[in-house]
């Protein structure tokens, strides 16, 4: 009896801790868990609320309603670049928020190592305590350079080629020479490297990248002088020999030697021949 009377306070405990921890639930996700440094590090946080009632999520001058902890290979938290803000959000019953957010805007991910993560999100009313995500673990790599041009005082472009397991992976970069840090990185894709990248920049100081990214396909990205990239476009063979960047007068950059490549509107038309040779060579009356 002793023993029933001891275990009492037990389950009571249990009855009131299990319905409050179960209110919010709090999940984070990653597409990846590998980055170059430089490169944003999105990371998805999903809030589902089961609370029993619509809720309304806000900060104040001193709390977030979602704060970050992401630590490093040394195990030590890392100190936030600095308070970061999120806007009110309304979650109605049953549903679920989600939102991603780069965490290399919020945290300094320049140096290589491995990183983990959880989040924590507060209720309206709650300071300190909260309800805690699930642990992510990534890592963050350096990646050698193909390519690099300085330009003007304080501006250094450069490709970089990372072998992430058994795929070559191209990236963008601009660096801010004066003090050393990536304006922007971005990830190109996929590159086969037995044709190699071709980079030239044009009279605005925009860098054009072309590469292999298929048999027969080839892709042209081009970053600004900020690091933004500015776009991406497909290319095919055309007749003659490999597209290459082409330097015109007025120092104008173009892709030779190429048709303009979309996958879906070619798949669109093999579709459409696929039906009409599906028809039948004669009809019955």
Same mark, same amino acid.
């Given at each position: 009896m002793t023993g029933l009377r001891s275990l009492l306070p037990l389950v009571l405990l249990g009855l009131f801790v299990a319905p409050a921890s179960a209110q919010i639930d709090v999940r984070l996700q990653m597409s990846r868990n590998t980055f170059v440094a430089g490169e944003p590090v999105p990371v998805s946080i999903s809030v589902t609320n089961n609370s029993g009632q619509d809720l309304v999520f806000q900060g104040n001058s001193r709390f977030g309603w979602i704060d970050f902890t992401v630590t490093s290979n040394r195990g030590v938290p890392m100190t936030p670049l600095g308070q970061p803000t999120f806007g009110a959000v309304k979650i109605q019953l049953g549903q679920t928020m989600t939102k991603t957010i780069d965490i290399a805007r919020l945290f300094p991910m320049q140096s290589m190592g491995n990183y983990s993560i959880y989040g924590v999100v507060r209720m309206?009313?709650?300071?300190? &305590? =909260?309800?805690?995500?699930?642990?992510?673990? $990534?890592?963050?790599?350096? %990646? #050698?350079?193909?390519?690099?041009?300085?330009? /003007?005082?304080?501006?250094?472009?450069?490709? @970089?080629? $990372?072998? /992430?397991?058994?795929?070559?992976? @191209?990236? %963008?970069q601009v660096i801010n020479t004066r003090t050393g840090s990536p304006l922007q990185t971005h990830s190109l894709g996929e590159v086969l490297m037995?044709?190699?990248?071709?980079?030239?920049?044009?009279?605005?100081?925009?860098?054009?990248?072309?590469?292999?990214? =298929?048999?027969?396909?080839?892709?042209?990205?081009?970053? =600004?002088?900020?690091?933004?990239? @500015? /776009?991406?476009? @497909?290319?095919?063979?055309?007749?003659?020999? &490999?597209?290459?960047?082409?330097?015109? !007068?007025? /120092?104008?950059?173009?892709? !030779?030697?190429?048709?303009?490549? &979309?996958?879906?509107?070619? !798949?669109?038309?093999?579709? #459409?021949?696929?039906?009409?040779?599906?028809?039948?060579? $004669?009809? $019955?009356?």
């Open positions: 309206p009313g709650q300071t300190t &305590d =909260g309800f805690i995500s699930n642990r992510l673990l $990534f890592n963050i790599n350096t %990646a #050698r350079p193909y390519w690099s041009q300085k330009v /003007g005082k304080d501006r250094e472009y450069r490709v @970089l080629n $990372f072998t /992430g397991g058994k795929k070559n992976m @191209l990236y %963008a037995f044709r190699k990248p071709s980079v030239a920049l044009d009279n605005r100081q925009v860098m054009h990248v072309l590469y292999l990214i =298929g048999p027969t396909a080839w892709a042209h990205a081009r970053v =600004g002088a900020d690091g933004s990239l @500015l /776009g991406r476009e @497909l290319h095919k063979r055309g007749n003659g020999p &490999d597209p290459q960047l082409v330097t015109v !007068a007025g /120092g104008i950059v173009q892709v !030779a030697n190429s048709i303009p490549y &979309d996958p879906k509107a070619e !798949a669109e038309a093999r579709g #459409r021949v696929r039906k009409a040779s599906d028809r039948p060579s $004669f009809i $019955f009356q």
